[in-house]
């Protein structure tokens, strides 16, 4: 299939932790753009209040709230943004429900005590642990991790920084690509999923970076494209 038809049969795009910062952020950028959201959350009702919260400041009914496993089991693509420390409550959650779509992992391993480091899993990445787990029928696609959730709340603005993408599965990769530009972003194929390895350290250091200049919204941009 081409990627473009990929691309329209991904009209439901549900966000795993889409209460949260970089989670919402997302869903408001892609509800501007037109995509129906689901928000996922373990409450019912907190994924409720921040659907509406996006339809009100959107003026149309574009996102609606469900328990994370009944969102995962609605979208056409799923993306995960939740603590790592959730993790091990949630991929058992939605293993089933994301069979065969494409899943987005937003996640950094960042380290509890002190968010300047990370603790990589033992296996590398967080990708690599989330497509280990979730069989390789189920194309995992590593996105958006240096990307601030405080630059995607600002609607009236551009969103900036680069998007780096990777993947094993190159229409996924490049489906995730064009949902990247759909709101704005440049993105680059960065390659496999192993790079996570890499790039899941990187926030590490924009927190460093944000923390010592007082900023929110650091963010990666490669010259010489
Ligand atoms: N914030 C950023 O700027 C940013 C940028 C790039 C990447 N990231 C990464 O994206 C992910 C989400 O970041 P965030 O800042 O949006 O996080 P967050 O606001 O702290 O959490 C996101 C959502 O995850 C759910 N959650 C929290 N703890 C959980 C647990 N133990 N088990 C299951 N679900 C849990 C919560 O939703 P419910 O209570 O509704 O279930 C929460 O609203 C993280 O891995 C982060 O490192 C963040």
């Known amino acids: 299939m081409e990627i473009k038809e990929v691309m329209d049969e991904i009209k439901k795009i549900a966000i795993i932790g889409g209460t949260g910062r970089e989670g919402f952020g997302l869903a408001l950028r892609w509800a501007k753009a037109g995509k129906s959201i689901l928000i996922g959350s373990r409450s019912e009702e907190k994924a409720q209040a921040a659907a509406e919260k996006i339809n009100t400041q959107l003026g149309q009914a574009l996102a609606v709230g469900a328990p994370n496993a009944l969102a995962a089991r609605e979208g056409d693509l799923v993306l995960l943004s939740i603590p790592y420390q959730g993790h091990e409550l949630i991929l058992p959650a939605i293993r089933e429900s994301v069979q065969g779509k494409i899943v987005v992992e937003v996640t950094v391993p960042l380290d509890p005590n002190d968010p300047t480091q990370v603790k990589m899993p033992e296996i590398g990445?967080?990708?690599?642990?989330?497509?280990?787990?979730?069989?390789?029928?189920?194309?995992?696609?590593?996105?958006f991790h240096t990307i601030s959730s405080a630059s995607l709340k600002k609607l009236d603005q551009k969103p900036d920084g680069d998007v780096l993408v990777f993947s094993d599965h190159s229409q996924a990769?490049?489906?995730?690509?064009?949902?990247?530009?759909?709101?704005?972003?440049?993105?680059?194929?960065?390659?496999?999923l192993r790079t996570g390895r890499t790039i899941e350290r990187l926030p590490a250091l924009l927190v460093w970076l944000n923390k010592r200049y007082q900023k929110k919204d650091i963010s990666l941009h490669f010259t010489g494209l």
Do not use: M
């Open 173 to 192: 990769k490049e489906t995730v690509i064009q949902l990247a530009e759909l709101i704005g972003f440049r993105a680059l194929d960065c390659g496999p």
């Open 125 to 143: 990445s967080v990708a690599e642990e989330t497509q280990a787990f979730l069989g390789s029928k189920t194309p995992v696609v590593g996105a």
